[in-house]
């Protein structure tokens, strides 16, 4: 099994990044799919979270209205657009397949900096 991010990157704040993750070696489409981030000092944050066929999602207060998850379940792809970025969205941005609230596979993750 493997979850490989990608797209992270160093943007100035108000700038847009778009991070996708492949998934190989599991049925893609029969299980949930999530975003994570973990910042420097801080615990895990789940940020967003989309359902096996993409008719679903969830997403954290934190990044509402900013953060949008999809998915290509043909292409075993999950994507997460991130637009009005803020210094406070500095992290490690990691996929995760999910059943129900436990995560079964994790990503090696990817960075993400918003810097002036």
């Known amino acids: 099994v493997q979850l490989v991010e990608s797209g992270g990157d160093t943007v100035q704040p108000g700038g847009s990044l778009r991070l996708s993750c492949v998934g190989s070696?599991?049925?893609?489409?029969?299980?949930?799919m999530s975003w994570y981030r973990r910042a420097p000092g801080k615990e895990s944050e789940l940020i967003a979270r989309i359902s096996r066929d993409g008719g679903g999602t969830d997403i954290a207060d934190s990044v509402k209205g900013r953060f949008t998850i999809s998915r290509e379940n043909h292409k075993n792809t999950l994507s997460l657009q991130m637009n009005s970025l803020k210094p406070e969205d500095t992290a490690v941005y990691y996929c995760?397949?999910?059943?129900?609230?436990?995560?079964?596979?994790w990503g090696q993750g990817t960075q993400v900096t918003v810097s002036s």
């Open positions: 070696g599991f049925t893609f489409s029969s299980y949930d």
């Open positions: 995760a397949c999910m059943i129900r609230t436990a995560v079964v596979y």
